[in-house]
């Protein structure tokens, strides 16, 4: 998969996020990852289909997930991962790879549509991604962990 | 029958007046107005619309900021935007994350009562596939394992996966694509994978991966068929699947925050395997 691939999601973070209430969003590594890695915490599964299919997942460990929640909220205090807090998160996900699709019309493929979120929460949990070489970029978003697992291929 | 209940977010306020005039004068009522992202939250809460029109160019925010704040809150919030432009991104975009409608301006007002009631009218097709989708899936998983391993396929239903379903060991999460799109769960102990895949292979499994690469198949199969039937009785669902994605240790929790699943258990010789399906309204008549 070419690393280029990943820039309309870059992009859609820096559109998106800050309209959620963040103020910094800093790309750090951006690295290939082979299909399956472990994970601790939450993962958030969007599927993608169009010239280019798979997915986009986001992780985080449970709190950077609550404290990613609090922000979405306007900093109310969230002690755990509950329904509102899940909501939220899966929202930003929603909204992320939505505006992901629409940086991709802009480099030519304007097909793309998103399922709905699914999320995952393991403290020793384990995922194999559609794409066999697929791309992990870590962000730090206002002193936040998150990262963020392109897997796509061609159709 | 009660007035549908109505949110005007403008931040002009001749456009504000205009468009609640063009509301009242049809029967609707508004029940609450904010020209502001700061007041927008505060009035949706308190006043509880039922569909909230939205200008998209305000000074400070645009309409899409403050339907994200808005689906942040409600992710069922229904929303159409209005607005003086209109191009296919800023469309399909709003499509992607659940916006009702778009409405350019100036507004007709037959439009936009129109939309108002397509938004909060039934949707046959949706309505459809809420009250048969999961058969089909059934229907599909059934044909597959009864077909691969010549063995019987019982279900019983699954009412509890309200909030989260504890996975039994591996799990593949399939996208389905069209005009209502969703999400297909597949979820099975890591014995029970396994001894699909004796049972397919004849012999014992090599390692992990194999047993996963079955899992992932099943996953693209059942879902595709399914898909196939569904567009089959009627093409304009236009489902398409994407490739899964597996899940799998012990204890991991599953869940569809904004999304409501339905879902079985189906008995098989080779053990349990649930089945979660679930689809979300897409978007009303574009005007």
Known sequence: ?155 | MSAIKVMVVDDSLFSRTFIVEILRDSGLEVVGEADSYDSLIETYERCKPDVVTMDIVMPDIDGFECSRALFVKDPNAKIILVSSMKDEESEAEARRIGISGYIQKPVDSDYLVQMINNVMAPDIHYDHLLAYGLEIFKESLTQNISRMTKSPVSFTSYENFGDHYLSQGITAVTGLIGRHSGSMILDMSMETAERIVEMLLKRAHRNREEVLAMVAELANIIAGVACSMLNKSDKTYSLSVSPPSLFYGTGTEIMSPNLKMDAVTAETNFGNIFLGVGFKKGSSIWM
């Open chain 1, 1 to 155: 998969m070419d690393v280029s691939i990943i820039n309309p999601l870059l992009t859609a973070f820096t559109e998106v996020l800050p309209q959620l209430g963040f103020q910094s969003v800093e790309r750090r590594k951006v690295s290939k990852i082979e299909a399956a890695f472990q994970y601790n915490g939450i993962l958030l599964n969007i599927s993608l289909f169009g010239t280019v299919k798979g997915a986009i997942l986001f992780g985080m460990d449970i709190e950077a997930a609550k404290k990613f929640a609090s922000k979405m909220m306007m900093d109310m205090p969230v002690a755990e991962l509950d329904v509102m807090a899940r909501s939220a998160i899966s929202e930003m996900g929603n909204m992320v790879c939505a505006n992901t699709c629409t940086q991709f019309t802009k480099i030519g493929i304007t097909d793309l549509d998103i399922s709905p979120p699914t999320l995952m929460i393991s403290e020793n949990g384990e995922a194999t991604l559609p794409v066999p070489k697929s791309i992990v970029v870590n962000f730090l978003i206002d002193d936040i962990e998150l990262s963020a697992y392109v897997s796509l291929m061609n159709k």
